[in-house]
């Protein structure tokens, strides 16, 4: 499986990379932002990218392009909507969790996660069979 890991801090992607790791998931890309993202999911689909990415793992808040805003522009695009998408985020309201599941994510991480919550959201999302 191919995944995006998207945050503006280059130590949330790391963290979030070697968790993955650690969970078995070695092809791993990062993105910057948003806008980095968006141009890495058009890219595949253009020919740049030989492999289209299985999930999008993204934090809701970032400059310039918002996780919020990929997301959005991810489900309005017909090569892309049906992406799999888990979004990462600090703000744990009702409100903002009920907003980003009507866009359609797969499961949500609440900041800071660890391997064993990153590990639930997987298995939740489908993408890690839970151990027994």
Same mark, same amino acid.
């Given at each position: 499986? &191919?995944? @995006? +890991? ?22 791993? %890309?990062? =993105?910057? !932002? ?17 492999? &289209? ?13 918002? *996780?919020? !805003? ?6 309005? #695009?017909?090569? @892309? /909507? #049906?992406?799999?998408?888990?979004? +990462? %985020?600090? $703000? ?6 009920? =907003? $980003?599941?009507?866009? *359609?994510? /797969?499961?949500?991480?609440? /900041? ?12 939740? =999302?489908?993408?890690? /069979? &839970? &151990?027994?």
């Amino acid at each position: 499986m &191919k995944f @995006l +890991v998207v945050d503006d801090k280059a130590s949330v992607r790391s963290a979030m990379v070697d968790i993955l790791a650690g969970l078995g998931f070695k092809d791993v %890309t990062e =993105a910057a !932002d948003g806008g980095d993202a968006w141009f890495k999911l058009k890219a595949e689909f253009e020919g740049v990218m030989p492999e &289209k990415f299985d999930l999008v793992i993204s934090d809701m808040e970032m400059p310039e392009m918002s *996780g919020l !805003d990929l997301l959005k522009a991810v489900r309005g #695009d017909k090569s @892309l /909507k #049906d992406t799999p998408f888990i979004m +990462v %985020t600090s $703000i744990n309201t009702k409100d903002t969790i009920l =907003a $980003i599941m009507k866009l *359609g994510i /797969k499961a949500y991480i609440i /900041k800071p996660f660890t391997m064993e919550s990153v590990a639930a959201k997987l298995v939740q =999302a489908g993408f890690l /069979k &839970k &151990k027994d």
